[in-house]
């Protein structure tokens, strides 16, 4: 399996992005890192392994950018400017990364993954552009970011908060995605999926909520889902 480490510049962000690699051809799948997690962290964790077999065949190929989640969500800044950092990240993947990857398919569509609050990022990303986006896989995520503003709350707080502007959106792009919400019985992030999957029922916007067992939020649940979800596109 090919690796391939690049910096991607922006202009939006005024610096690189590190981005790992995996495969040279394929379906391109586009992971967001957990928390503060780093573009290296799928790999160490052991998400590209799992997809191993479907990378080696060219069926799909995994991009791992770094975030800026420390320099938005995480920062110790006033809530605006956290928005703000985040928007120039959420450019700097529409208009400079996912253009250099998108039409490599047959949809010109991606496909975006992300696990505990990379589920947020991936989410966030496809619902605010599901004409780039034909499958989303959230692994246990969480879909509301008012805990980060502090009571905070402006037009870009709500074009950010799929919990928020999920109820309005109409883009019919929204109902040709492929979308799973991947949780268990034991996550913690269980009711956020289930009241989330509810307000997605009421749009009847199509999507699997996909509760496991009693497993916890933790990497062996997700390294179970990542293969099962790749496995469906």
Known sequence: MQETYTEFYSHHLGHSIKVLT??????????????LGSYFEAKDRGMIEAVRWFVDRGFIQVYCPDSINDASWYANIHPRHRLERHIQYD???????????????PTGRIV???????????????????????HLFCMSGAFDIKPFLHGYYDDNAYFNNPADFITGANDPWLWDMKIVLGTSNWD????????????????????????????????PLWLEMFPHYVSLI
């Open 22 to 35: 995996f495969g040279t051809r394929g379906y391109p799948v586009v992971v967001f890192p957990t928390t």
């Open 188 to 219: 913690i992030c269980l009711d956020n999926n289930l009241k989330f999957s509810e307000k997605l029922r009421r749009r009847n916007i199509p999507h699997w909520l996909d509760v496991r067992g009693d497993v916890e939020h933790d990497w």
């Open 112 to 134: 975006c993954a992300g696990i505990s609050f990379g589920g947020f990022s991936a989410t966030n990303f496809a619902f605010r552009h599901p004409e780039a986006v034909s």
């Open 91 to 105: 450019k700097f993947l529409y208009e400079e990364f996912v253009p250099q990857i998108r039409y490599g398919t």
